[in-house]
Structure formats: structure tokens, C-alpha cells
């Protein structure tokens, strides 16, 4: 293996494919600053003291407006400037020779001034800028970061003053759908400055986000627990109550409105009181009667203070700084309000409906948005120079051919080529089978009266046909069924199943409860040691035999074979007939706001010459850690996975890795390239297998339309389409690739970057190898959009959570712990922040699963 260089050697170029033109929605940028660009340090205080924290950035940004109108024309010489709404602030020259400190007088309603201090930070350099585009320079993306961020700046200045911005996307409330437990679906748009080869663009997409709906928070309160008017509230929250309002309330920005209170205050919110507010007391100064001091109820408080009579005194009252309480019935949710957290099943299911658009939507609407944004007009966008195309960029793409896909001898069509990237499981049998079924049992968590018996009986024999007639051999033709109860402890009542320790359990569930299917994947992986299968009960009444044929590809897997796979012959044409090591990575972050739960790293690894069947190993990492520590004794540990089960040694390694962004790529390509010549060394002195280290990014904004009636049904690209010109990245070997046929709305192309390859492939070789692989998904008839060794990699970080029980806390749904909602004395507050007693800076370290399962693919 060569050592990692900044600019690995671009691909050769491409012929295969059907050649065709697509619409990017991307639109040319013809001009941009051609002399160099000033970045400015922003700090805003109040005139007095210091912000504790940054308020929220549409105040930021009005303190900032607000200067800039005062005092643009006579001390920064009318130079406008354009904000990030935080710290940094850019100018197309220089604003001021020295520090400036600007004055800002009164906002909301009271007289308080604030400062606005501008400190020249750096120069940004446009010329680095042309020759990175033009890839006549040894630049790497993160060296254009900060001229990118200008752009960004400069073109969404446009934006700021109609819509609710947030970095580089714009919302407006003009669109916008009501969804359960307080919050609200907005519709938008982003833009941003992207780098092509040889020519700069702006990059412009469709945009949904969820928002915190504006309005009092007792109704807030109510719709977040489901409750049909607020007197719901006095049979008491609860504990389960009290998290959901705790995690409701972390972040909010919530006002205080009433009369003792000119105009109106901005609470922070630490927590919530043990007690309702008719209970919650303290020692009350009573300002018309000096030196008398008495203990009162919040609730009197109010009353006698401010005349207010609290109609709800039965709720806890909101905890503030200096541990001032505030009734909820006289709070406010703000309005413009961004909610970061996990969204639940409804809102999930919301969200998709609302943001589902057909492409040809998807493309009216950014032209649409491109027609309202009047750039030309602009002042900011003059002063920096950018000009732009009015239409949307076409762009050639090729449409790769598709493999064949190999099944069973005994299928009536063995072999055969898919099209439109689906097929179906008809008169078909697995590739490989795995071990026979000889010891199975099946655990029933659902009522016997809503699930009977007899049914249960009908659905197993349906499942046991379906999977012989598959090719899978099931030997127990009538496990042993066991009732048993969700509620109560899920570890006994798998016990009891599964008294015989059988290879798998069956468990039919009654609902899609996450906590419920979270403890037994917990105890079957490690306490156990036994593959786990759950379905729905819903399934059991129909037995449908095509939901049958879909768990008997799970099952097949899970004990060891193989459903289908690639020609022999073409798989080791594409490797050059050399033993080949896939594997796939991937960093699993915990939600936003939850600093104390550690980020989980998985890698997984092929076990076989076609790269079929594949080991698991999770690294526990810091949270929010991108870099994988402890990568060395994963590719070890798969090195030697490889050569048990194939006997051979991987003469090539193709990594592919997932989960970093552009300007991380020469970070991680040094590190981790690094980590695995290491563990090459570690293994064998001299041994160095030549490596292909590809980055995979999903979460992106670049969108391809196809022209005509070269689309598929729903108007999407068809599979096997790539781009890789134009739009594509300068100095890099990338591509955009759309594997799958979208089932619904607007396809997103999945973007492959190589950032190193000792194998020198031809850039028709990695594509189509890529492709290919997509067809390989262990338990799909259909392609799916990204390599299964990163896609597999997705699901054992995303199931770790639920896996591993010293995880404890840090991976509980509940976002605080608490005693009881109406349990013990005084103002103490239940902490908002979801704190666990797991230590967020834990030193990174590999967990294990049971060792009966450590080298299966459990997680499928």
C-alpha cells in the first residue's frame, strides 16, 4: 500500500453506459470578488455585562442589521457587510483600519443598548478560490471553506429578510402543515456556494423542517401528552409526563406575559418544581409590609402580587435562573422556533407526507424559488460581485448497465438480469442455505384473545412451507409456542421461552413499541446469545405468503447463508481476480441536545470472496466524535475474519466509509488510511494489500432530473444513473450514483468520493463495482442506494442503542430520570438537560456482542 498523497490520481475516464443529459439543480455562477475578501470577528454585548449565552440568531442578526443601518455610511465607509447571525462577519473590502465598536439602542419594547464590536480576523483569498476550481493548485476543499462561507453569506442575505433562516436554509410559515405534540412542518429552501470543475455554482434545493408551534404553553403541554383540554392536567403528569415535557422544554426559547411585567421577559428554562404550584412554597418579603417575612404557595403569590388568580395551580411551575418559578399558564412559546429532536412516529410519517414531491414538483419549485430571489437587486451581492445564470445547468450523465443476479440451482430462473432495479422472490430459491432450523421457538407478547392460538399455529406452518419451498430448510415443523406478557420483565419472559436455548426466537409483538423491541434485542445480544426474528402481530392473522418469503430471507441470513449474489466470473473480472476485504463504516451521533450519550463507530466486513456475508464490530466513541478510534483493532480483527473463513488473505482492501463531510476528507483519509496500513503490519510484517478508501456521503443537496422520457415511472432518475462531470468536485475522483428505484418522491443520487486507490481502478471499474453491489443487499429484492457494507454499518450503529445493556441510561429513550412528579419538598428542579451517569468523555472502546453471535449478521 502507497503512502496516502493529498491528490490521489484521477480516475480514467469513463465509456460504459448509455450516455443522456440531466438538469442539476445547480445554477452557474459567471462572476465572484476577483480581489481578496475581509473576515471580521462580531462580538454583540449588552452595555453592560455579558451574554451568558448566545441569544437566538434572528436576535443577533436584528442587533447587527441594526448597527450596520446607524452607522454603515459613516464609519465603515457604506461597505455592507453580510452576518452569520453569531461571530463571523465578511466584507467585500477592507470596513474599518482598526477595532470598531458600533452602538445598538433599545429592543422589544426596552431601553437597552448593546455593542457590536468588529475585529478584522483574516483575509480570504478568491485567487485560492479559481485555482482550486481549476485544480491548478495543490488546494484541498477545507483550504475554499472560508471563501465558500462568504458566498454562502452573500447569496443567503437575499433570503433573510422574508424568511426564517437557519445557516443555509430558509423556511416561511406561508406552507407549513400542523403535526402532533406541539410542533409544526415548514416548507423552504437552501442554498449554497458549491465548487465545480472549472466554474463556481449555487446549489439550490427544496427544504422541509419541524418548528415548535408559537402559542401558549399550556396548550403546548396539553397537545405534547395528548389531552383534550387543560383540566386533562390535574390527574397529574407522571414521571413518563414529566421527561416528555422536560425534553419538550430543552432549548425553547418560552416569554413571560403578564401584567406585573412590562411588555414581555425571555425565560430560561432550567427545569421543572416537584411540587404543583398550591404546594410549591418559599419565604416571601412582602414589599407592603417591610421585615415581615412569610412562607407562601406560588399560587398566593401571584395572587397577591400581581392580583392574578392561576387557573391551573395543579401544575409545576417552570424553574428559571436564581431558581425564580414561573406559573406555565402565563408562558409563551415563541415563535421561529427550530425543533432538533427526535421526531416520533407521527411526525415522522408527517413529515415524509409533506415533504414527498414527485421530481417534476421538486424542479418547479427551485425554479420558482430561483424566479423570486432577485439577486440582481441585491446590494450586498453587487457589492461582492457575484453574478448568476437565471436557468438550470445541464449536465451529461451515463446509464450504467445492470448486473446479473444469481440464485439457487433450483430456481426455475438461476440466473437472470433485473430490470428498473427490482425483481421478485417467484419460483426462486437461495444462493446458499444456512444452518437447518432443528430447535426454534416462538414467544407470543401480545393477548391470547386478540392473537389465538390457531392462528398463531395457521402463520408458522405458512412460514415453514414459504421457507423450505425457498430453498431454506426448517427441520421443526411445530415450535413451541409461548404466551407472554410486554409488560412485565422481557428478559424473564424470553427465558421462559427459551428454556432449551433453540437458534432463534420468533417474537410477535403486539404494537411497534421501541422500548419493548429495544429489551429484547438488549437480552438476546447480550445475555442470551440467540438470533431474535420480531414481527407485528397483524401479520400473524393474514400469513400472507409473500411477508413469509420476506422473513425467511431474514432468517436464512441471520443462520448463515446467502440469498443471492453476483456472477462468480464478472465479480472477479471487476477485482482483477485478487481476494478482496469489503468493508463499510459508519459514526452514529446521539440526537441534538444530548451531550452526555456517547457516538457509536461501526465496521463491518465481508467473510467471503463475493462479499456476501459480513462480521459486525462497534467502537464506542466520545460524543459527537467523527474520527473512529480503535480503527486498527477493527481492520485487525476483520483481517483475520476473512482469512478464517476463506483461507486466503485479502490481497485488496476496498473501504468504504461514511458518515464525514468534504472539509473532514484529508483528516480522515490520512488517519484512517494510516489505521489500516498499521493493522496490514500488525498482522504480518511486509504484508500491505493494496487499498481503495472511498468516503459515501448521503446527506447532501445535489439533485438530477432527467430530461424527456428518459425517467423511470415517478419521473426519477433511472438505476445505474452517474454523473461525474460538472457539478462534481475538482481534484477528486467522485461521483454521483443512483442505485435504487425511488418508490415515492424525489430520488437523492448517492455521492462517492475516492479518496485513495493503491488498486488504480478505471473510474468504469469503481462505478460499476459500486453499482453492482447494490444489487447484493442480503435481504432486499431490489437495489438499494448505497454499498451494503456501509448500509449494513448503519444498522449496527443505529441498533446499538438497543443492544447493549451497559449502555444503560445514555441509551433509554427517557430524557430524565425522576422521583415522582407530586414526590418531595421545596424547588427542587427536574433537569432539562437529560444528563445520564454515563461520562460523555469515556475513553473509546470495541463491544462485543454474545460470543455465539459476534461473527453472524445479527443485525439483520
Known sequence: MTAASDHPPPLAKDTIGRHQRVVANFVEITSFPVSDVFQYDITITPREGDFKKLPRPDFMRGIFDDAMRRHRADKLGGTPMVYDARRIAFAPKRVCAQDETLARHGIGGRAEDFKVAIREAAIVSMDTLRDFISCSGQFQIQDVHPALMALDLVVGSVAHDEMTGFRRSFFTRADSMSTSRGLELWRGFSLSVRPGEGKLYLNVNTAVTAMYRPGPLVQAIQDLLGMRNPNDLRRGLGSQGVREIAAYLRGLSIMLRHRGIQGSRKVAVKGLTSNPLDKESFDWDDPNNPGKVENISIYDYYQRRYNIKLQYPFLPGLVGRKNAIYPIELCEVMDKQRYKGRLDDQQTADMVRFACQRPSENHKRIVDVLGQLNFEASPAVKAFGLELKSNLTEVDSRVLPPPAINYGQQSREAAFTPTGGAWNMRDKCVMHAGA??????????????????????????????????????????????????????????????????????????????????????????????????????????????????????????????????????????????????????????????????????????????????????????????????????????????????????????????????????????????????????????????????????????????????????????????????????????????FAHAAIQGTSRPTHYCVLHDDSKFTRDEIQQLTYNLCYTYAICTRSVSMVPPVYYAHRVADRARCHFADMGVAFRDATVESAGFYGGTGTSAIDTTGKAATDPNMQAKIIRTHERLDESMYFM
Open 436 to 737: 437447518v432450523l432443528e430447535s426454534w421457538t416462538v414467544l407470543v407478547l401480545a393477548n391470547q384473545r386478540s392473537v389465538p392460538l390457531n392462528q398463531v399455529q395457521n402463520f408458522v406452518t405458512t412460514l415453514v412451507r414459504m421457507c423450505n419451498s425457498t430453498g431454506y430448510c426448517i427441520g421443526m415443523g411445530r415450535p413451541p409456542i409461548t404466551y407472554g406478557n410486554p409488560s412485565a420483565d422481557i428478559g424473564r419472559e424470553m427465558s421462559k421461552a427459551c428454556k432449551s436455548k433453540p437458534q432463534l426466537l420468533l417474537v410477535i409483538l403486539p404494537s411497534t413499541n421501541l422500548q419493548t423491541y429495544q429489551n429484547i434485542k438488549n437480552y438476546a445480544y447480550t445475555t442470551m446469545g440467540i438470533h431474535t426474528q420480531c414481527m407485528q402481530s397483524k401479520h400473524v392473522h393474514k400469513a400472507n405468503p409473500q411477508y413469509c418469503a420476506n422473513l425467511c430471507l431474514k432468517i436464512n441470513v441471520k443462520m448463515g447463508g446467502s440469498n443471492q449474489s453476483l456472477p462468480v466470473g464478472a465479480m472477479q473480472k471487476m477485482l482483477h481476480s485478487m481476494p478482496t476485504l469489503f468493508l463499510g463504516c459508519d459514526v452514529s451521533h446521539p440526537s441534538p441536545g444530548e451531550t452526555d450519550r456517547p457516538s457509536m463507530a461501526s465496521v463491518v466486513g465481508s467473510v467471503d470472496f463475493l462479499g456476501l456475508r459480513y462480521a459486525a464490530t462497534l467502537i464506542q466513541l466520545p460524543s459527537r466524535q467523527e474520527l473512529v478510534d480503535k480503527l486498527q483493532e477493527a481492520i485487525i480483527r476483520h483481517l483475520k475474519l476473512f482469512y478464517k473463513y476463506t483461507k486466503a488473505k485479502p490481497k485488496r482492501i476496498i473501504f468504504y466509509r461514511d458518515g464525514v463531510s468534504e472539509t473532514q476528507f484529508a483528516q480522515v483519509r490520512s488517519r484512517e488510511i494510516i489505521e489500516i496500513s498499521r493493522a496490514c503490519t500488525q498482522i504480518e510484517t511486509g504484508y500491505q494489500p493494496d487499498v481503495t478508501f472511498i468516503a459515501m456521503l448521503k446527506r447532501h443537496n445535489t439533485r438530477f432530473f432527467p430530461m424527456g422520457r428518459d425517467g423511470d415511472r415517478t419521473g426519477n432518475c433511472v438505476p445505474g444513473t452517474v454523473v461525474d462531470t460538472a457539478v462534481t468536485l475538482p481534484a477528486i475522483a467522485d461521483f454521483y450514483l
